[in-house]
């Protein structure tokens, strides 16, 4: 449903109000109405379903960086039947994955056989403005656009989704993603799990009928995030993944417009986090279970070692506070990993794993605050966005921030009023993540290094510090629970 169906089917007409804790209470009082089937509400949980864990894990095929993208409606089978998907390659969920080393010239050419404007955001790339994926920088239906820059950063994961302004939600959430790695020469001399032993993970949920993915959020959608009920990897639900008894390297990727995972192994054994956003951290660091939300990534090692043959050990999300209305209320499996192959391992965790050199606050010349107001909403027929970022809306006429080139800032996401969680992400740059006040009040062990998209849950506030270089031009930053940045939760920063 439309924000203004909505608000015209409720009666609300123009110059009613309905901002904080009202406008809850108000869609509270709705729910009985409004839920049935796929007409969600919002601001309460959607349940995950699990599957039968019986499908194996597929793995995207992986290209260079020259290639062909080209958006398409296709089929893909899910779950065991065909359904309607969008699709950056036929009969597929998610596009290829790119590997590239430091230091190339990607060239790679994105045709758009939609029937809607569209384009590619290169989620964690640094490359020029004209080149990034502006939400007005769109190609029309039967267009094409030759995406070429130099990779220059340090190896990491990376993807590539749409981001059309009003419609990257809807279009990422019918299949529109990809993987993009970028490897350099300190990690290759690292001897780290590779070939069938590194395995890319990109978990989303859907929601699935009987021919296709189903997007159509409600109001209370468009103020919690569109969720799924099927939770699929690599673009199947509920897969498995036959392993040896060693250690994995897996890359993984929260691939979902809003849903948050807590990560962790059923059998309570150690994640090693080696990486994040922006490449591998300083050390590494074991963890039990782990915050991913949506936009962020994670390089985690995994030891099989000492299980026997058929051993069945799952990739579940923990149930976790501090999450808002609609987040951290149920534990599932998300894939299986199915001890198949008793082998010996000679590979050790390395101890040290890159040179990651702190930005001094002291660097900065600027300090920029931005205010995640309470969720509002007024009548009528001219509507404004629910999410807000300084009390403002993404308006592509505006520059909000200017930014000098070759300077040091310190940023802060101010969500200390916030009843909803909102993964920050800034376009065009790495970030290091300062300092987190109120609700969980420090940093989480992937949170060392660089990032470029970071969680502030309700009642947070946190402090990154930002080295801008020479890519001048127009860039956004935004929230990236997607329903929220199509809302309007996006302002744009000139770098000049």
């Given amino acids: 449903m439309k924000r203004r169906e909505f608000i015209k089917n409720t009666g609300l007409g123009a110059g009613s109000v309905l901002v904080g804790s009202s ?12 839920n049935n089937g796929d007409m969600n509400m919002g601001s309460q949980p959607v349940p995950v379903t699990e599957g039968n864990f019986s499908r194996l894990l597929p793995i995207p095929n992986t290209v260079t960086g020259n290639t062909t993208l080209t958006a398409q409606a296709t089929t893909a089978n ?7 998907v969008f699709g950056y390659q036929a ?20 045709q758009n056989n939609l029937s809607e404007k569209s384009n590619i955001h290169w989620h964690g790339l640094k490359i020029p ?7 007005e920088a769109v190609i029309n239906p039967g267009g094409s656009f030759n995406y070429q820059f130099i990779i220059n ?12 302004d009003g419609a990257t939600a809807r279009q990422a959430f019918q299949g529109l993603a990809g993987l993009f790695i970028i490897n350099d020469a300190e990690e290759a001399a690292l001897n780290l799990p590779s070939g069938n032993y590194e395995i890319p993970l990109v978990i989303q949920d859907k929601r699935l009928t009987a021919s296709g993915i189903t997007y159509n959020p409600s109001m209370g959608e468009i103020m919690s995030g569109y969720m799924g009920e099927t939770i699929i990897v690599n673009g199947e639900a509920s897969p498995y993944c036959e392993v040896e008894t060693r250690f994995y390297r897996l890359r993984i990727l929260n691939g979902s417009n809003a849903r948050i995972y807590n990560l962790a ?7 090693i986090i080696i990486g994040n956003d922006g490449g591998l951290l300083r050390n590494p660091i074991a963890v039990k279970s782990i915050l991913l939300a949506p936009g962020e990534r994670l390089d985690v090692l995994v030891n099989f070692a000492g299980l026997t043959s058929g051993t069945e050990i799952f990739l579940e999300n923990r149930i976790f506070d501090n999450g808002g209305s609609a987040q951290g209320k149920q534990t599932f499996k998300i894939m299986k990993f199915k001890v198949s192959q008793i082998v010996s391992d000679s590979f050790k965790v390395p101890t040290s794993l890159s040179s990651v050199n702190a930005i ?13 107001n309470a969720p509002q909403m007024t009548g009528g027929m001219n509507m404004t966005g629910i999410h807000r970022i300084n009390n403002k809306i993404y308006d592509k006429n505006r520059i909000d921030e200017t930014v000098s080139a070759n300077t040091t800032e310190i940023w802060v996401f101010d969500n200390s009023q916030g009843d909803e969680p909102h993964p920050m992400h800034l376009h065009g740059v790495n970030f290091q993540v300062l300092e987190r006040t ?22 947070e506030t946190v402090k990154i510090i930002i080295s801008f270089a020479t890519l001048k031009g127009v860039f956004v930053f935004h929230c990236h629970n997607l329903e929220h940045e199509d809302d309007g939760m996006m302002l744009q920063y000139q770098l000049v």
């Fill in 129 to 135: 403005a004209n080149m990034d994926g502006h939400p």
């Fill in 23 to 34: 406008m809850f209470t108000f869609l509270e009082s709705c729910g009985n109405v409004m």
């Fill in 78 to 84: 899910i779950n065991g039947s065909n359904k309607s």
């Fill in 91 to 110: 009969n597929g969920i998610l596009g290829p994955t790119i590997r590239v080393n430091n230091g190339i010239n990607a060239n790679i050419n994105f």
């Fill in 265 to 271: 192994l059923s059998n309570n054994a150690d994640m």
């Fill in 438 to 459: 109120g609700g969980r009040g420090q940093l989480t062990a992937s949170e060392n290094g660089f990032k470029d998209t970071v969680l502030v849950l309700p009642r």
């Fill in 153 to 164: 950063q340090r190896a990491g994961l990376c993807w590539y989704h749409p981001h059309p």
């Fill in 360 to 372: 001094l606050p002291s660097s900065s010349s600027k300090t920029r605050n931005f205010i995640i």
